[in-house]
C-alpha cells in the first residue's frame, strides 16, 4: 500500500541554524500539508499545498518557514532559523481529493 | 482553540468490551469528521470518517457515530483488542478549508 514517507526521521540543530524537512507525499495525490506537534500538545496545522502554491497557512507558518516542491515527487518544509520552540515532531500528510488525510511518520526535530 | 474537544485523556478497557471514545467540537463549519490512530514515534494512521449528512458509518470492528445537534462523536470499538492500544486523536475538516483540527487525543489502554 502507498504511504507518505519523510526524512530523517530525527534532526538536531542549534538555535539559529536552518533546517529542511523531506517528505515523499503519495504519488497520485494533489494536496500535501505540513502538521506539527509539540510534545504533550495536540496536533497543529502549518499549512497546506496545491497545485505548486500555498493554498492555507495557519498564524504558526510565519516568515521563517517556507515550502517547496522541487519536483514531482518530493515536497520540503524549510525553517530558515531555527528557535527552540520550533522543536518539535513535523508531520507531512498528502491526499487525493477525497477528505482523508494521510500521514507520514513524522520527523522530530530538536532545536539546542 | 478549543475547537475540537476529547475530554478524557486516558481509557481503559478488558479485551473483548467495547471502547467509547468521546469527542466534541464547537465550530460549526466543520462537516467531516476522522478518527485517527497513533502509534509512539509513527504518524497518525487514518481509521474511519463520517459526513456531516450521516449519523453512523461502520467499517469492521469500528463505528463512528455523529450527533450535529449535540455536536458530538464517538468512536466505538468493539470487540476491543490488545493492539488497539494507543492514542485516538479525532480530527475535525471544514471542506472549504481543508486544514485538519485535532483534539488533544484520548490514550486507550486494552488490558489483557
Known amino acids: 500500500e502507498p504511504e507518505v514517507t519523510q526524512t530523517p526521521s530525527h534532526q538536531v540543530t542549534q538555535m539559529g541554524q536552518e533546517v529542511i524537512l523531506h517528505c515523499v507525499p503519495i504519488s497520485n495525490h494533489l494536496y500535501f500539508y505540513w502538521y506539527r506537534q509539540i510534545l504533550g500538545q495536540k496536533v497543529e496545522f502549518l499549512v497546506s499545498?496545491?497545485?505548486?502554491?500555498?493554498?492555507?497557512k495557519s498564524e504558526i507558518f510565519d516568515d521563517q518557514f517556507s515550502v517547496e516542491r522541487p519536483d514531482g515527487s518530493n515536497f520540503t518544509l524549510k525553517i530558515r532559523s531555527t528557535k527552540l520552540e520550533d522543536s518539535a515532531m513535523y508531520f507531512c500528510?498528502?491526499?487525493?481529493?477525497?477528505?482523508?488525510?494521510?500521514f507520514g511518520p513524522g520527523t522530530r526535530l530538536t532545536v539546542l | 482553540d478549543q475547537q475540537v474537544k476529547q475530554n478524557s485523556p486516558s481509557l481503559s478497557v478488558q479485551e473483548g468490551r467495547i471502547s467509547i471514545l468521546n469527542c466534541d467540537y464547537t465550530n460549526s463549519m466543520f462537516d467531516y469528521f476522522l478518527w485517527y490512530k497513533k502509534y509512539p514515534a509513527e504518524g497518525p494512521t487514518f481509521l474511519i470518517s463520517i459526513s456531516s449528512i450521516k449519523d453512523k458509518n461502520e467499517d469492521g470492528r469500528f463505528t463512528v457515530f455523529l450527533n450535529k445537534s449535540a455536536k458530538h462523536l464517538s468512536l466505538h470499538i468493539v470487540p476491543s483488542q490488545p493492539g488497539d492500544s494507543a492514542v485516538y486523536f479525532c480530527a475535525a475538516l471544514d471542506t472549504g478549508r481543508r486544514a485538519l483540527t485535532f483534539g488533544s487525543g484520548t490514550r486507550l489502554q486494552v488490558q489483557p
Open positions: 499545498f496545491y497545485n505548486n502554491e500555498i493554498s492555507e
Open positions: 500528510a498528502s491526499f487525493k481529493g477525497r477528505n482523508e488525510q494521510f
